[in-house]
């Protein structure tokens, strides 16, 4: 089983539709959680971070955590085609372990 | 833009050879971690650095060594380079482990070739 697993995709969504993204891990000792979105041939670009159970707001962007369940999602509302990237979740242990561990990532494609 | 720079944007070796490549952290950070990306997957840890030690490692071979300099910028070295070394290496700056929220930012990348 894969430490951080994610839908390797294409999801393709229509432009101003919304755009759900999916991760689960393995670790229950996983303490925060990041998505980042990577354009191709960049580096990633930290998007979003949460470290509480529930849902945290940042303008287009809904991040989702479900600790019980092992899930974090991102939705990405009135979807622009500049949001077509993959898009990469990654989790930490913290407690002097820092390392982030990522999933593979969910190529995403909004369709004008 | 993160404010984390890292040289050379691009690298061309053969195999065998040796390379290192550097990473200037951003402002108020002293803390830098590297990742490498092949293609297709997911960033993987490397190892940290924090005030100028090792501060954790990932499953990679002691040919993967690094630095930390005083002003927090960091290199890191490969020896005895391999086809599989091929990808693109993250460096990422952050502020001193345990400091909430501790977000990490990466760089540019450099992408190594190993022929």
């Known amino acids: 089983q894969k430490e951080v697993e994610q839908n390797s995709g294409p999801l393709s969504v229509p432009e101003g539709a919304i755009a759900s993204l999916n991760c689960t891990y393995s670790d229950r000792g996983s303490q925060s959680f990041f998505w980042y979105r990577q354009y191709s041939g960049k580096s990633p670009e930290l998007i979003m971070s949460?470290?509480?159970?529930g849902d945290k707001e940042d303008g287009r962007f809904t991040a989702q955590l479900n600790k019980a369940s092992q899930y974090v999602s991102l939705l990405i509302r009135d979807s622009q085609p500049s949001d077509s990237a993959t898009y990469l979740c990654?989790?930490?242990?913290?407690?002097?372990?820092?390392?982030?561990?990522f999933g593979t990532g969910t190529r995403l494609t909004i369709i004008p | 833009e993160t404010g984390v720079t890292q040289s050379p944007t691009h690298l061309i070796k053969t195999r065998g050879q040796q390379v290192t490549l550097r990473c200037s952290s951003q402002?108020?950070?002293?803390?830098v971690s590297w990742y490498q990306q092949a293609l297709g997957q997911g960033p993987q840890f490397i190892f940290q650095?924090?005030?100028?030690?090792?501060?954790g490692r990932g499953n990679f071979p002691p040919r993967f060594s690094g630095l930390q300099f005083p002003n927090y910028s960091s290199e890191l070295n490969v020896n005895a380079l391999e086809l599989d070394d091929s990808a693109l290496y993250l460096c990422a700056s952050s502020a001193p482990p345990g400091q909430a929220p501790n977000e990490q930012f990466f760089g540019p990348g450099t992408r190594l070739t190993v022929l």
């Open positions: 990654a989790v930490r242990r913290d407690f002097g372990n820092e390392k982030l561990t």
């Open positions: 402002s108020g950070h002293n803390t």
């Open positions: 949460i470290y509480s159970n």
């Open positions: 650095y924090y005030r100028e030690e090792e501060n």
